[in-house]
């Protein structure tokens, strides 16, 4: 069976993020996919990359003992899925976090003569489900950067078959009808992941 490491990062469980955690979970499992579900949150995943750490980053030797856990299902994954709202045209710091502390030389890249070499060519679904309280166009306008950093950063380590990147625009200002659609709309994708 199939393996997806899905992340999420929201703390509320109350909030639409935690809905859209929870469709893009079942989803998966009914399309087959064994779920690794990774709430950063609930998992109390420390973000902070600390002093000991950065000096260490370079070192593949040990750079990975303080979240050889993380490594270790990542590497265990076929697919990445990402849930998380946007926030501040970024991330939130938890997911920053995870990126900063889990996805590091030796498991995510190598550095090699001639640049960076992707290492999780396990990974071969990609996806991200998200939230923006901006507009299309605001977004665009900040240069969206998390829709870059999934279509083309950890894309890029990963090389998947297949990419998705779906957003909900404008959350602040959305309806019941546009929320539901939504949720169905990740329902479907996840389930033709």
């Known amino acids: 069976m199939p393996k997806a490491l899905l992340v999420y990062a929201h703390p ?12 893009t979970a079942e989803a998966l499992t ?19 990359l600390s002093a000991q750490e950065r000096r260490n980053y370079h070192d593949t030797a040990i750079n990975t003992a303080p979240v050889q856990g993380y490594v270790d299902r990542l590497r265990a994954a076929d697919a990445l899925v990402l849930v998380f709202p946007v926030w501040n045209f970024g991330y939130p710091a938890i997911l920053k976090g995870f990126f900063d502390r889990v996805f590091l030389p030796g498991v995510s890249f190598d550095l090699t003569p001639t640049g960076v070499q992707g290492c999780l060519q396990n990974i071969r679904k990609l996806a991200a489900v998200t939230t923006y309280g901006a507009t299309p166009l605001r977004a665009f306008l900040a240069g969206d950067p998390p829709r870059k950093l999934v279509k083309r950063a950890v894309w890029g380590v990963t090389k998947p078959d297949k990419v998705r990147y ?24 996840m389930a033709a992941l």
């Open 166 to 189: 779906l957003a909900l625009h404008n959350m602040n200002h959305a309806t019941h009808a546009q929320r539901t659609g939504y949720l169905a709309r990740v329902r479907s994708e």
């Open 12 to 23: 509320c469980e109350e909030s639409f993020a935690s809905a859209l955690h929870a469709a």
């Open 30 to 48: 009914k399309a087959g996919w064994d779920v690794d579900d990774c709430d950063l949150y609930a998992e109390k995943f420390d973000p902070v």
